[in-house]
């Protein structure tokens, strides 16, 4: 088993050392480890790959990386900084940059919100500009993930699975995040536009500089677009080096 130095790289956006996440079990007697000290850092401008079975810890580490779930011991560093340590809204303005991508677009989606007010809606949270200035932003947003301003006006019941998904990448891209977490982006999606949606991954990483954590069970699609992988079973990395 490979595994990261003790001191974070000098080039790493996220740094993680001895990461633990536990659950109580439903009757309380017991916990359960879903993350057991796993440590790795993730490289400014890579794509990191974790694959493993379902239920081996993947998702719980994702969500961990962008603080929607907290260690329950061990220390993720974004930059050199520990998040859990700053002021609330500092904290707040810090997550802006660790964004996260789930699988299912139908689930991150408002069916009573137009896909324009979707794409505004982390815009008006961050308080971002004025109004003109996110209408903008969003529809700058849509058009960078190759949707026409017209779908501005649809509702999710009127696109696709893969133009729900570009819908919910553009949401992603709109706060100007440093990193993105993909979780499972593509597994919902037919193969003939899978290829689709990871070419569209692979052109905002070269136009935007951005840095990935693509989780998956699939290798053909870890192969494609990961220069490192992590290989997790059982809430543990048993593998971790280059795609090759």
Known sequence: MTTADAEPRRDAI???????????????RATVKAVDGVNFDVRRGETFGIIG????????????????LNPSAGAILH????????PRREFQNHRR???IIFQDPNAALNPRMTILA????????????NSAERERQAREALERVGLPQEFGARYPHQLSGGQKQ????????????????CDEV???????????????????????GLTYVFITHDLAVVSHISERV????????VELGPTE
């Open 14 to 28: 996220v740094s993680v050392r001895d990461l633990q996440v536990r659950f109580q079990t439903s009757d309380r």
């Open 166 to 181: 570009r819908v919910v990448i553009a949401r992603a891209l709109t706060l100007k995040p440093k990193l993105i977490v």
């Open 230 to 237: 992590a290989v997790m079973y059982l809430g543990q990395f």
């Open 53 to 68: 079975e379902s239920g081996s810890g993947k998702t719980t580490i994702g969500r961990a990386l962008v603080f929607l």
């Open 186 to 208: 593509v597994a919902a999606l037919d193969m003939s536009i899978r290829g689709d949606v990871l070419n569209l991954f692979a052109d905002l990483q070269r136009d935007l």
């Open 79 to 86: 930059d050199g900084i520990d998040p859990t340590a700053l």
């Open 97 to 99: 940059d660790y964004q």
């Open 118 to 129: 979707s794409v505004l809606e982390p815009l008006g949270l961050a308080r971002v500009g």
